[in-house]
Structures are given as C-alpha cells and as structure tokens.
C-alpha cells in the first residue's frame, strides 16, 4: 500500500516561524565571520599575538617616542610641544612575523617648560612595530598639558612675530657652533622641530629613532596666503647607528589648522634616499585625543 505524503499544517497566528532558528543560526555563523575578518590596512592581526615576558630592552622608551612624535605632528602646536618624561608601565605581544604590539602608559613634559609652571602631563599610548618596517601605526590619548585658550593664543602670537618680520629669514645654523640658541631664534627651532616631528614618526622603527641636532639653510618664504611657510633643513641624529641624516623639509603652518609637510631625506649608509608628504588631518589608522 502507497503511503501518501500528509501536507504541513499552515501555521496559526501566534505561532512560531519554523524558519526561525534557522535564521538565528545564519545570524550567528554571520557574526562570527565578521569577528574573524582579516584586519584593515596598518592594523595587526589578532590572531597568532603572544605576550612577551622578555621583549628588547628600550622598546617601551621606543613606543612613547614614537608616540610623541606622532602627537606633536598631529597637534599642530609649537606651544605644546611634549618630549618623553618617564615610562611608567608596560606590556608587549608579538606575533609569528616578529611585530610587536605595544600597550604603555608614560609621563610628558613640555619642550619649553616654564619656571614654576606644572609641566608633567600623562599619555597611554597602543604602539605598533611592523619589524623593521618605519612609520609605526599609534593610537594615543594624553592628558591637557596647558589650556586650549593659553595654547591658541602662544601660537598666534608667535604667528605674529613671524609675519611681522621686515625682513625675511635667511638663518645659518641653530644651534650655534657653542650649542647656543638666541631667544629671537626660538621660535624658528620650535617650528622645525614641530616639522621633523612627521618626519621623525614616519622613519621611526622598533629599532631606530631620531631626534633632531641641528637646524640650517631655514628661509621663509612670502606666499599670497595667510600661512607661515618655511623650507630647511635639519640633522636628524638616528639612534642606534649614531649616523646624522640631512632631512631636507617644507612647512606650512598656520595656528589651529593642520600641518602640512613635504620632506625629502639622504640616507647615509645606503645610496637609497626617503621622502614623503603629509597633512595633519590626513593620517590613518591613528588617533588623537584629549588635547
């Protein structure tokens, strides 16, 4: 005897839709693979990250190096400028392709602090070194230093001075041959130093960092728009190698807008040379907040 198939009951209201754990089910396989998704552009992987108990000596000191760096270039103010107070803690992973990722917290103090002014401030910082690769990718976060009403204003004024010069500069060198910097030439170094920033972040590796020695050949140039524009060039001392490389670099600068900067630098040990072109607004995947 021939067993006939008995239709599907239709379902009544109120019932639950049969094809609803299988929609949960998809729903769930989707947002799995969505959690597994490869990383974007500059960004490690999550997978394959161990902590390491026995990471390189420095490399904490490294990350907040670069960090600053960073944050000065992105910051876009010759008054607030920060350098490295101390590093408090910190942890490090690493993965198969020998990157490290690097979680710390540190003290900052102003490039220019003033007598009996409070001038720590404190930073936590997410580094990552692609080996030997330059330009680290950071997110940082650090406290107010000085207030944004105190800050807009030192940089308007020192806008001022400079556009007011009668005669554009034309500088030797800063410092001097004593290691001495003239007051009046202050605020020039500042502006250099606020340039290299870019460029000390972009060449910084875990291995390799800079600090700018000397500042030569700076002109101002005069240009139909509002901004401060300067062409010099400076010695970036490159630690470990203790080589100085010629960094020839291009500024535009006005108070509470981006930064733009070209350069164009000599490698010494190898014919090769670096150069590169950035706005303040225009740099990813990095972070900037709390200023």
């Known amino acids: 005897m021939q067993l006939r198939r008995q239709p599907l009951p239709a379902p009544r209201p109120g019932d639950p ?4 754990p299988l929609l949960v089910l998809l729903l769930l396989l989707a947002l799995q693979g969505a959690a597994a998704a490869p990383a974007g552009p500059g960004e490690p992987e999550d997978s394959g990250w161990r902590q390491d108990a026995e990471f390189p000596r420095g490399l904490l000191s490294q990350a907040a190096r670069a960090a600053l760096h960073f944050f000065n270039f992105r910051a876009s103010s010759p008054s607030a400028l920060r350098v490295l107070a101390e590093v408090q803690e910190g942890r490090a992973w690493i993965n ?5 990722k690097v979680d710390l917290v540190f003290t900052t103090e102003l490039y220019n602090p003033e007598e009996g002014k409070e001038h720590l401030g404190k930073c936590s910082a997410r580094v990552f070194f692609r080996n030997e690769k330059p330009r680290p990718a950071i997110n940082i976060t ?3 230093l000085i207030e944004k009403k105190t800050r807009q204003e030192e940089d308007y004024r020192l806008y001022k001075y400079m556009k007011q010069l009668k005669n554009l ?9 004593h290691g001495h910097i003239d007051p009046s030439l202050r605020p020039i170094w500042d502006l250099a130093f606020l340039g290299s920033s870019y460029v000390m972040w972009e060449k910084t590796t875990q291995f390799l960092h800079y600090y700018m020695a000397q500042l030569s050949s700076v002109k101002q140039w005069k240009t139909n728009e509002d901004a401060i524009d300067f062409d010099y060039t400076v010695l970036l001392h490159e630690f470990s190698t203790q080589e100085m490389i010629p960094c020839h ?6 108070p509470g807008k981006p930064l733009k900067v070209k350069y164009h630098c000599q490698e010494l040990q190898t014919p090769e040379e670096a150069s590169g ?3 303040g607004s225009a740099v990813a995947p990095t972070e900037l907040s709390n200023f």
Not at 17 to 20: Q, S
Not at 249 to 254: G, M, N, R
């Open 17 to 20: 839709d049969p094809a609803a």
């Open 96 to 100: 198969q392709k020998k990157e490290y």
């Open 142 to 144: 650090c406290t107010r």
């Open 169 to 177: 500069l034309d500088v030797v060198s800063i410092p001097d041959s």
């Open 249 to 254: 670099i291009h500024l535009v600068w006005y």
């Open 277 to 279: 072109t950035e706005e």
